[in-house]
């Protein structure tokens, strides 16, 4: 795998919408002082968000061992100790930062529309070596990456994730600029995930049940959780 796509092993084997509003007006204080946009990584305060996809997956993560879970985002501490501790072998890929940072635009069409080196980025990004997944953490990663990567990248991950393996995403469904502010997203113990300011990119799509279900059309089955604010919650099943 490149360095991009890590492992790191399991020790034994080697919310709201005020939520939100905190956060925005903390970035966009940041913003108007002329402070520098955040390099990789991540910043600010954690702030609690309840989430019943993580609820309903996280039982699965504790009565399971020995799972293989892809977590794609900036390194999040957290998150690697608690699914290590469970006994979980854990793959990091930060997707967002490499598909937006990264030269893949080859060019432009004949209508001057990007042309972007599609399978590149799934060479560095997305590189599995023929492993197999049991759970990928996608969190909010599909709203911010250039269109052209979306379905490739989803049908990367149905190869790469074993049948029954599962996929938790959250998809945003308005694009207003308060509620697409782009987050690192912590796991807990509890019901909640934590959100963190993480480096800016700036949203591309909101989500409608029916672009979901369109978009996730060659997997078995997918759960919609309801949440209070613009983020639809799923857990897709392989």
Excluded at 38 to 67: C, D, F, M, T, Y
Aim: aromatic fraction near 10%; proline fraction near 5%; include cysteine.
């Amino acid at each position: 795998m490149t360095e991009s796509c890590a492992e790191v092993r399991p020790a034994s084997a080697v919310g709201s919408r005020g939520n939100f509003k905190l956060l925005s007006r903390w970035l966009n204080k940041k913003q108007q002082s002329g402070a520098a946009a955040p390099a990789q990584g991540i910043n600010g305060p954690r702030v609690p968000r309840h989430s019943g996809a993580w609820a309903a997956l996280r039982k699965r993560l504790q009565s399971e061992p020995g799972l293989q879970i892809i977590d794609i985002g900036t390194t999040s501490p957290a998150n690697i100790n608690y699914l290590t501790g469970l006994g979980h072998s854990v793959f990091l890929a930060d997707v967002v930062f490499d598909a937006c940072t990264g030269s893949w635009q080859a060019g432009t069409d004949a209508d001057d529309q990007p042309v972007w080196n599609v399978e590149g980025f799934l060479e560095q990004a997305l590189k599995f070596s023929g492993r197999k997944f049991d759970v990928v953490l996608l969190w909010t990663a599909l709203d911010y990456l250039p269109e052209a990567f979306v379905e490739p990248v989803v049908a990367r991950l149905f190869e790469a994730t074993s049948p029954g393996g599962q996929v938790l995403a959250f998809c945003h469904t308005r694009t207003n600029v308060e509620e697409s502010t782009h987050y690192r997203f912590h796991v807990t113990p509890g019901d909640d995930v934590e959100m963190q300011l993480t480096q800016q990119f700036p949203i591309q799509r909101a989500f409608t049940n029916r672009s979901i279900k369109q978009l996730f059309a060659a997997w078995s089955d997918y759960r919609q959780f309801l949440a209070k604010d613009s983020v639809s919650e799923l857990i897709v099943t392989r």
